[in-house]
């Protein structure tokens, strides 16, 4: 029997920050892979993500490696660093995420995406700062939603819900999983994929290996590699969110804020829009419709992404 083949594409997140393993980065997908297949033997699983990727880097980088792998399920997960650079423009990041998954669902491959969290709400950023970061964040998942369904991905709802604001679930960053984070994340991935059938091992354990990271330790990391990726940060994105933070307050002083909300909603109408037609079929093959049905069958509530991805995908389908 052949064995499985599954390739994680992504940022820091699926790279596994947040969950060390000796010198390295372990993670949900590395948690997720050992429950594939009932010998974990048969799994071959590969990490492809970086910390700080951004859709180019997946479209441009990560993906070509992996299509070489001819994988049996990929994960794409990746849209929260684009949100945080001054270019942000949702097209572009519509356009590559399209082309990914496209190339993968013509394989054959089953992909395996999410909507993520608001990083300015779990960073706790005040209002003026924190509103345009939501906007985009989104945009992002309502793009995110909309090509998952369009391609029939297993798709997770991760943008919402308790868990974001269950402190034990996260590191020191408040911006990634701690180790029971992202087993949280694998143990829900496998529900999904279980109920698809396209997951026959035992699921992960939601129950930590390590002990948690003491408050010296995590005060230690955020005063080296925390304090190193806030000023990266902040030479591209803090001026242009400066800008951002005086239009919205300004807005709101008017009473018209709803005109922003309004224009990222155009946005992403016009991004989906000026999509290629959908491969002929959804991209899905014939585990299309069983992929669907898994879609969303987790304790992460996904209600407003879900309302979100379907009004996007009927724009799709009246406009594209």
């Known amino acids: 029997m052949r064995p499985v083949r599954f390739v994680a594409l992504g940022d820091s997140l699926t790279e596994g920050v947040g969950d060390p393993l000796g010198e390295a980065w372990r993670g949900w ?3 997720l892979a050992a429950g594939l297949t009932e010998d974990p033997g048969r799994t071959r699983f590969t990490n492809l993500a970086v910390s700080g990727a951004r859709t180019h880097d997946v479209r441009d980088s990560q ?3 992996a299509l070489a792998l001819h994988p049996d399920l990929v994960a794409v997960v990746v849209g929260v660093n684009d949100t945080l650079r001054s270019a942000f423009d949702v097209g572009a990041v519509a356009l590559r995420l399209d082309q990914v998954y496209a190339a ?3 394989q054959g491959a089953t992909l395996l995406t999410a909507c ?5 709400a779990m960073l ?6 924190g509103r345009p970061l ?5 945009a992002v998942n309502t793009v995110v939603h909309a090509l998952s369904d369009r391609y029939g991905a297993v798709h997770l709802h991760a943008s919402e819900g308790a868990w974001l604001t269950d402190r034990a679930l996260w590191s020191a960053d408040r911006l990634h999983p701690g180790e029971r984070g992202h087993r949280q994340l694998a143990v829900r991935f496998h529900a999904l994929l279980t109920a698809a059938g396209l997951a026959t091992g035992a699921a992960p354990s939601p129950e930590p290996e390590f002990p948690a990271p003491t408050r010296a330790a995590s005060l230690r990391w955020l005063a080296t590699a925390g304090s190193a990726w806030v000023a990266r940060r902040c030479t591209d994105l803090l ?3 400066l800008r951002l933070a005086a239009d919205e307050a300004g807005h709101r002083a008017r009473g018209t804020t709803d005109r922003l909300d309004a224009r990222a909603s155009a946005a992403v109408a016009r991004a989906l829009a000026a999509l290629p037609a959908a491969p002929r079929g959804g991209g899905g093959g014939a585990l299309d419709q069983r992929r669907r049905t898994a879609t969303n069958r987790t304790g992460v509530p996904g209600t407003a992404c879900a309302a979100a991805g379907r009004s996007a995908a009927r724009t799709t389908a009246t406009t594209g």
Do not use: E, M
């Not at 706790?124 to 700062?129: F, Q, S, V």
């Open 29 to 31: 997908a590395a948690l």
């Open 124 to 129: 706790g950023l005040p209002g003026a700062l």
């Open 104 to 106: 993968f669902a013509g």
């Open 63 to 65: 993906a070509p490696a």
């Open 239 to 241: 001026p242009h969110l």
């Open 134 to 138: 939501a906007r985009r964040q989104r």
């Open 116 to 120: 993520l969290p608001d990083p300015g």
